[in-house]
């Protein structure tokens, strides 16, 4: 079986198009636009400190605690649809016992 020859470096198709932020943009001309012209908006990555750091960590405790209270109440709701069902089931065969003895 033959293997092909592995390219040494692929050139990019395209070059990537670097803009300055202070340049009118015209997202008119690009190919890849969001039919939503509202949607040109700036998307800020700052970096946390530690307070940052500390609130985020919290909200995220604080979602892991909801999750598990969650859990832990539908683990509770099947344990009772279950006990009910489990009930019921010793009910109907107690009373088709009696049924059959008094006919």
Avoid at 12 to 36: G, M
Avoid at 85 to 91: F, M, P
Wanted: proline letters at 8%.
């Amino acid at each position: 079986m033959e293997q092909q020859p592995i390219p040494l470096t692929e050139q990019p198709r395209a070059e990537p198009e670097i803009i300055p932020p202070d340049a009118p943009v015209d997202f008119r001309l690009r190919a890849r636009t969001s039919a939503d012209t509202r949607a040109r908006g700036r998307i800020y990555v700052a970096r946390l400190g530690p307070v940052g750091s500390a609130v985020l960590f919290l909200a995220i405790g604080f979602l892991a605690v909801f999750a598990l209270f969650l859990l832990l109440g539908a683990v509770l709701i099947s344990l009772a649809v279950i006990g009910v069902l489990t009930i019921g089931a010793i009910l109907s065969v107690v009373w088709r016992g009696r049924s059959r003895r008094i006919s």
